[in-house]
């Protein structure tokens, strides 16, 4: 365990404390906006079709928008909490991504977005707080797979993935969306919490899940960046791999 990072902060990442829980609660009441109107009008087709067809699709985008209140929450407290800090522990990327792609399968399949899970080769363990880093994988995927169709791609296609860098172990969600670059997130960091849609290039919507993956992430002392893989453009986040000895 360590200090939470405040190396953003003069790069227009999120503030710390209560602002950082006033702009994330903006954000996500936006965001509520949609799937409760989704759910609204599939409810008022089904009655109107006196059809019991729409249910599953209701109950994925109840689902996914009580996931996303649940990790605002999560996030807020982190943020509200100054001096809270994550208990770290080994934790197996390949396993939390895992995790992360089965939560977000149903809401991939609502979109017409295919997962796909990439996690080649042997990464080890890392120093993370388990549901901290699956709870910022799955806000940062909430936003992603609501984004991806009606943006101009090759495909759409997400692919959950690992991978090394000189710093340690990538975990990320990678696409052929050429719009997740540095210069998106910088400017969405510095407009949230002050238009409606701060990640214009990439999101009709407010991007909450980008912004409640980055508190998140922040309290374990890392932060959400662009990453490249395999010709992919992507958001994830660095972690230390874990070099204590492990007894057999």
């Given at each position: ?27 996500v ?28 699709d ?7 928008a ?59 363990t ?14 940062l ?108």
């Amino acid at each position: 365990m360590g200090q939470r990072s405040r190396k953003l902060a003069a790069t227009g990442a999120l503030p710390a404390g209560r602002q950082v829980s006033e702009q994330l609660l903006l954000a996500v009441s936006e965001q509520m906006k949609l799937p409760f109107l989704q759910i609204a009008r599939a409810a008022e087709y089904g009655q109107l079709q006196q059809s019991t067809e729409t249910l599953p699709d209701i109950q994925t985008t109840a689902d996914a928008a009580i996931r996303l209140l649940d990790n605002y929450l999560f996030g807020a407290r982190l943020g509200l909490e100054e001096q809270y800090a994550l208990e770290l522990e080994p934790v197996s990327v390949s396993s939390v991504l895992y995790d992360a792609g089965q939560e977000l399968d149903q809401l991939a399949k609502l979109y017409g977005v295919e997962l796909e899970l990439n996690v080649a080769g042997k990464f080890g363990t890392v120093m993370a707080n388990r549901q901290a880093l699956q709870s910022a994988l799955i806000s940062l995927g909430y936003t992603l797979i609501e984004a991806l169709p009606s943006l101009q791609t090759k495909d759409h296609k997400l692919q959950l993935a690992a991978h090394r860098c000189r710093y340690g172990i990538v975990a990320g969600m990678y696409s052929s969306v050429e719009q997740l670059t540095a210069d998106a997130l910088r400017a969405g960091r510095k407009l949230h919490g002050h238009i409606r849609q701060p990640l214009a290039t990439l999101t009709h919507s407010s991007g909450a899940g980008v912004f409640v993956a980055d508190t998140i992430l922040q309290a374990m002392d890392s932060e959400l960046t662009p990453t490249r893989h395999h010709r992919l453009f992507g958001l994830g986040t660095v972690l230390k791999p874990n070099h204590q000895i492990q007894l057999v």
